[in-house]
C-alpha cells in the first residue's frame, strides 16, 4: 500500500510571505496526485490534480501553483500568502483503482 | 459537477449508542466512499461502495448504498469513544477523465462515556 508524506505538519506564516508545502508518495509509480484544501466547516476543495511530471492542471484561480519536479513528489507553493489561504492542506495519490484515493497526514497552515 | 450533501452536520452520542450518517447526492452515484478524518490529520479509507443495493461492513461499521444509488447511509453499532471524527463521503466523478472525487462536507461525530 501507499504511504503519503507531508511537511511540515504545522506552519504559521505573515501575509505576503512564500510558501512551499511537499508532499512525496512511496508505494507506487506515477500516480495522480492531488492538493486538497480544507477551510474549517466545509468540505475538500480540490486545488490541483497532477497525472504526470510537469503535468499541472488548476482547479480554483487563486495565488497558489503547484509543482511536481518528479513522479513521486508534489510541491504547492505561493509567492505571497494571504489571510484566505489558511487552512489545512492535504495531499493525496490515486490508487491501483481508478478512483482511490490515499490522502498523507495533511499541513495545518496559518496566515498572520 | 456533483454535490454531496451530508447529514447531519455534527452528532454527539453517548458510547454504546447507534448512530447512522447520510450521504445524499442528486445524481446517481457510480462510486461512493466513506472516509474517517480525525482532527487535524489525514483521511482514512473505510469503504468503498458501487453496486445498488450493496452493503458493506468492517468491525462495527456498516455502508449501504440504496437501490436508486443516489444515497448512501454509514451506521455504528454501540460506538465507541474511538469511532470519534469527521465522516466524509466522497463519490466518483464520471464526467472527469483525471479519476477526482467530489466531497460532502463531512459529519462530525463526538462520542462520550
Known amino acids: 500500500s501507499q504511504t503519503i508524506h507531508q511537511w511540515p505538519a504545522t506552519l504559521v506564516q505573515p501575509v505576503g510571505s512564500p510558501l512551499s508545502l511537499e508532499c512525496t508518495v512511496e508505494?507506487?509509480?506515477?500516480?495522480?496526485l492531488y492538493w486538497y484544501r480544507q477551510a474549517a466547516g466545509r468540505g475538500l476543495q480540490l486545488l490541483f490534480y497532477s497525472v504526470g511530471i510537469g503535468q499541472i492542471s488548476s482547479e480554483v484561480p487563486q495565488n497558489l501553483s503547484a509543482s511536481r519536479p518528479q513522479d513521486r513528489q508534489f510541491i504547492l507553493s505561493s509567492k505571497k500568502l494571504l489571510l484566505s489561504d489558511s487552512g489545512f492542506y492535504l495531499c493525496?495519490?490515486?490508487?491501483?483503482?481508478?478512483?482511490?484515493?490515499?490522502f498523507g497526514p495533511g499541513t495545518r497552515l496559518t496566515v498572520t | 459537477s456533483q454535490e454531496l450533501e451530508q447529514s447531519p452536520q455534527s452528532l454527539i452520542v453517548q458510547e454504546g449508542k447507534n448512530l447512522t450518517i447520510n450521504c445524499t447526492s442528486s445524481k446517481t452515484l457510480y462510486g461512493l466512499y466513506w472516509y474517517k478524518q480525525k482532527y487535524g490529520e489525514g483521511l482514512i479509507f473505510l469503504m468503498m461502495?458501487?453496486?445498488?443495493?450493496e452493503e458493506k461492513s468492517h468491525e462495527k461499521i456498516t455502508a449501504k448504498l440504496d437501490e436508486k444509488k443516489q444515497q448512501s447511509s454509514l451506521h455504528i453499532t454501540a460506538s465507541q469513544p474511538s469511532h470519534a471524527g469527521i465522516y466524509l463521503c466522497g463519490a466518483e466523478d464520471r464526467g472527469s477523465t483525471l479519476g477526482r472525487l467530489y466531497f460532502g462536507r463531512g459529519t462530525q461525530l463526538t462520542v462520550w462515556p
Open positions: 493525496a495519490s490515486g490508487g491501483g483503482d481508478y478512483y482511490e484515493q490515499y
Open positions: 508505494g507506487t509509480s506515477n500516480p495522480n
Open positions: 461502495l458501487q453496486k445498488g443495493g
